[in-house]
């Protein structure tokens, strides 16, 4: 049996250990400065009226009548603003004496429970008081008829029942599916009102034909047969903000949305350089990106762990350091990072982190990473796999998780150029990276003009 002094004696020599490490790679470390990048910023000011003005455009009098039932749509993503806009939705179902109601619109996410969506979107602020209509959630699907590919096409039983569905979705570049169409309402219809039993059989069909071609054949007809009366899109700048909200008649889904997408791509959030050896992120989560982590931000769209050939930026090695509270143990996106605090492995809950990755299609997503216990030796584990690079001169890039990019720490070797950009604004002199005595890092957002 070993006793409490050898406990102890075994406890303080791996403490010397760490100790010892931390101080040869201190020596070692590049120093980091701060900076704040500059985005373009268009804003919706005011967004009850501008809800308003864009669903009163689409004239839904004329079809909406006195007592009828709305659904109106509510996704699983952390969109900025969406309590207001959920609230301002149903606003103008009662002007037009109708009666709203809230379906979550979110595939296999909660854990594919009904009980599980609703505490989704509890967890975004989405309930009943804040948005001033009942919110029906359950996963049980109807079949509207079999898709031109074959399959069956699902729809929500409680947005089906509706009278009407107002989809509302945040139209953005989506972080594996490439097409003039992604992320945004005619998703919405596919994914999000498809459930848990539509999204199952879709990604599995996307895997014989394409995105496109699936999405475009299972909006025809939800859009034929699930009563769509309006669409509600809502675009975001780089600074996680309301940049526009447009309503878009159910005719108009596929038309107009490539241009919404094509607005979208160009305000997102982006790192201020092609090239990094090595990315720190303090969070990923659901709530941050469908994939956890934005694959457009970190240049892992099409490939797992490297940018492709034509794909910017390239990164040699990811290391996250935590999940967002609001993503419940799902860590989607885990799977495509090098290496993460152990921390983050033990705040996982497989079971729904599976669910998610199976059903999209891509159980890559869910495998797990290297972990160490601290970020001090994440950091000499990554340093010693950036090729002839010396640490001190190595590229690193720190940033809160991949929606919040308006201010990130930057490794001194990027100074030289930092100088040269008019986008960029320098916040502090190079110092070093700030690790405390247990070997971790602060939080980036703490660090904040310091």
Same mark, same amino acid.
């Given at each position: 049996?070993?006793?409490?002094?050898?406990?102890?004696?075994?406890?303080?020599?791996?403490?010397?250990?760490?100790?010892?490490?931390?101080?040869?790679? !201190?020596?070692?470390?590049?120093?980091?400065?701060?900076?704040?990048?500059?985005?373009?910023?268009?804003?919706?000011?005011?967004?009850?009226?501008?809800?308003?003005?864009?669903?009163?455009?689409?004239?839904?009098?004329?079809?909406?009548?006195?007592?009828?039932?709305? !659904?109106?749509?509510?996704?699983?993503?952390?969109?900025?603003?969406?309590?207001?806009?959920?609230?301002?939705?149903?606003?103008?179902?009662?002007?037009?004496?109708?009666?709203?109601?809230?379906?979550?619109?979110?595939?296999?996410?909660?854990?594919?429970?009904?009980?599980?969506?609703?505490?989704?979107?509890?967890?975004?602020?989405?309930?009943?008081?804040?948005?001033?209509?009942?919110?029906?959630?359950?996963?049980?699907?109807?079949?509207?008829?079999?898709?031109?590919?074959?399959?069956?096409?699902?729809?929500?039983?409680?947005?089906?029942?509706?009278?009407?569905?107002?989809?509302?979705?945040?139209?953005?570049?989506?972080?594996?599916?490439?097409?003039?169409?992604?992320?945004?309402?005619?998703?919405?219809?596919?994914?999000?009102?498809?459930?848990?039993?539509? !999204?199952?059989?879709?990604?599995?069909?996307?895997?014989?034909?394409?995105?496109?071609?699936?999405?475009?054949?299972?909006?025809?007809?939800?859009?034929?047969?699930?009563?769509?009366?309006?669409?509600?899109?809502?675009?975001?700048?780089?600074?996680?903000?309301?940049?526009?909200?447009?309503?878009?008649?159910?005719?108009?889904?596929?038309?107009?949305?490539?241009?919404?997408?094509?607005?979208?791509?160009?305000?997102?959030?982006?790192?201020?350089?092609?090239?990094?050896?090595?990315?720190?992120?303090?969070?990923?989560?659901?709530?941050?990106?469908?994939?956890?982590?934005?694959?457009?931000?970190?240049?892992?769209?099409?490939?797992?762990?490297?940018?492709?050939?034509?794909?910017?930026?390239?990164?040699?090695?990811?290391?996250?350091?935590?999940?967002?509270?609001?993503?419940?143990?799902?860590?989607?996106?885990?799977?495509?990072?090098?290496?993460?605090?152990?921390?983050?492995?033990?705040?996982?809950?497989?079971?729904?982190?599976?669910?998610?990755?199976?059903?999209?299609?891509?159980?890559?997503?869910?495998?797990?990473?290297?972990?160490?216990?601290?970020?001090?030796?994440?950091?000499?584990?990554?340093?010693?796999?950036?090729?002839?690079?010396?640490?001190?001169?190595?590229?690193?890039?720190?940033?809160?998780?991949?929606?919040?990019?308006?201010?990130?720490?930057?490794?001194?070797?990027?100074?030289?150029?930092?100088?040269?950009?008019?986008?960029?604004?320098?916040?502090?002199?190079?110092?070093?990276?700030?690790?405390?005595?247990?070997?971790?890092?602060?939080?980036?957002?703490?660090?904040?003009?310091?």
């Amino acid at each position: 049996m070993t006793s409490s002094c050898q406990r102890l004696s075994h406890e303080e020599g791996h403490a010397t250990a760490i100790g010892r490490r931390a101080t040869l790679g !201190a020596m070692n470390d590049p120093h980091i400065f701060r900076v704040r990048q500059i985005f373009p910023r268009p804003r919706v000011l005011d967004i009850a009226s501008t809800v308003a003005a864009e669903l009163a455009r689409l004239q839904l009098g004329a079809a909406i009548r006195a007592g009828q039932s709305v !659904a109106i749509t509510a996704g699983s993503r952390g969109i900025a603003n969406i309590v207001p806009i959920l609230r301002a939705v149903a606003a103008q179902v009662k002007v037009l004496r109708a009666e709203p109601f809230i379906v979550p619109a979110m595939g296999s996410h909660g854990g594919a429970t009904a009980e599980g969506q609703r505490h989704v979107l509890a967890a975004y602020g989405i309930t009943e008081s804040a948005c001033g209509c009942p919110i029906r959630s359950g996963m049980e699907t109807v079949t509207l008829c079999r898709a031109a590919e074959g399959f069956p096409v699902h729809m929500d039983r409680n947005a089906y029942q509706a009278d009407h569905v107002v989809v509302v979705g945040r139209v953005k570049p989506h972080t594996r599916f490439v097409g003039d169409i992604e992320s945004g309402l005619a998703k919405m219809m596919l994914i999000g009102l498809g459930k848990h039993a539509g !999204a199952l059989v879709y990604h599995r069909a996307i895997a014989d034909f394409s995105f496109d071609q699936i999405l475009r054949s299972v909006v025809r007809e939800v859009l034929h047969r699930g009563h769509i009366v309006a669409g509600l899109a809502v675009l975001e700048n780089a600074y996680d903000e309301t940049a526009m909200i447009e309503g878009v008649a159910p005719a108009e889904f596929l038309r107009r949305e490539p241009e919404l997408l094509r607005m979208a791509r160009n305000w997102m959030p982006r790192l201020p350089f092609p090239q990094a050896d090595v990315l720190l992120i303090d969070q990923i989560g659901k709530d941050v990106s469908g994939a956890g982590l934005d694959t457009n931000v970190v240049g892992r769209k099409y490939l797992d762990h490297a940018a492709r050939e034509d794909e910017f930026p390239k990164i040699r090695h990811l290391a996250v350091r935590g999940l967002s509270p609001a993503t419940h143990g799902n860590a989607t996106g885990i799977g495509l990072v090098e290496f993460c605090r152990s921390q983050v492995i033990r705040e996982i809950d497989i079971g729904v982190t599976r669910t998610n990755c199976l059903t999209g299609g891509h159980p890559v997503a869910a495998m797990l990473p290297l972990d160490y216990e601290t970020d001090r030796e994440i950091l000499d584990a990554t340093l010693a796999q950036i090729g002839l690079t010396p640490p001190a001169e190595a590229r690193i890039l720190w940033i809160a998780d991949t929606l919040h990019l308006a201010e990130i720490e930057c490794s001194e070797s990027y100074w030289p150029e930092v100088a040269e950009r008019s986008d960029l604004e320098v916040l502090t002199k190079p110092r070093k990276l700030p690790f405390g005595p247990d070997g971790n890092l602060p939080s980036i957002d703490s660090l904040s003009g310091v």
